[in-house]
């Protein structure tokens, strides 16, 4: 079946450094959908991407999804202690969203 | 709008025993998720309910059911615990009535299995 790979599973970095996390399926995806979780919180949707090469921001975050469409990264510049949590892509199987193991952001000031 | 509701937020069972969830969507969502998440296991899907109806289930065990009332509220059950279910049950709601779109997650309730 359909599975989402995201790597790396941790980072740890310098207030200011920047980061990237990275997603891949299996298969052809027909979106993909990102999402945050602060320590303790529950996840929270970032954004979804729909179109073949799409690239979308938010601030400090850049999100792009593949030509493929079936791999996408979420880039934070110059990250800030606010940006810590675990980062999660999601793509849709049918009727359920499928997620990828998510990689844990630390950010030490 | 009131977002999605989980009750309960932490309980504690023992092995063997039984446990309801309870979610409450958002208003006008009519599709509910739940997924378990444990640290070493990520992100797992459970079953997702619409208009009462499950479309889809997860790998688990038949231990685990659900199910979904006409106001689109949903809940989870667990039979026979095991020390491995202790976890954080998300409930999550959705728009969507096809293709799985964006979800809002409650805030979850947290098993303690002893």
């Given amino acids: ?109 | 709008k009131a977002g999605v509701t989980q009750t309960p937020r932490y309980l504690i069972k023992t092995r063997g025993q039984q446990v309801t969830l309870s979610c409450s969507p958002i208003s006008g969502h009519r599709s509910v998720s739940w997924y378990q998440q444990t640290p070493g296991q990520g992100l797992q899907f459970l079953f997702e309910y619409f208009s009462e109806t499950q479309r889809n289930k997860g790998n688990f065990p038949g231990r685990f059911s659900g199910r979904q009332f006409s106001n689109s509220r949903s809940e989870m059950n667990v039979s026979t615990l095991e020390l491995g279910d202790s976890a954080l049950y998300l409930c999550a709601s959705s728009l969507a009535d096809s293709e799985a779109g964006e979800l809002f997650f409650g805030e979850g309730s947290r098993l303690t299995v002893l």
């Fill in chain 1, 1 to 109: 079946g359909q599975q989402v790979m995201q790597i790396p599973q941790y980072q740890h970095v310098q207030e200011g450094e920047d980061f990237t996390t990275y997603c891949n399926s299996s298969t052809t995806l027909s979106n993909i959908q990102w999402y945050k979780q602060r320590p303790g919180g529950h996840p929270v949707f970032l954004i979804q991407l729909v179109k073949s090469g799409e690239v979308k921001k938010q601030k400090r975050l850049t999100f792009q999804f593949g030509e493929a469409k079936k791999n996408s990264s979420l880039h934070i510049t110059a990250t800030q202690t606010t940006d810590v949590g675990t980062y999660f892509c999601a793509g849709p199987r049918g009727n359920k969203l499928v997620f990828g193991a998510g990689t844990i952001l630390r950010v030490k000031s």
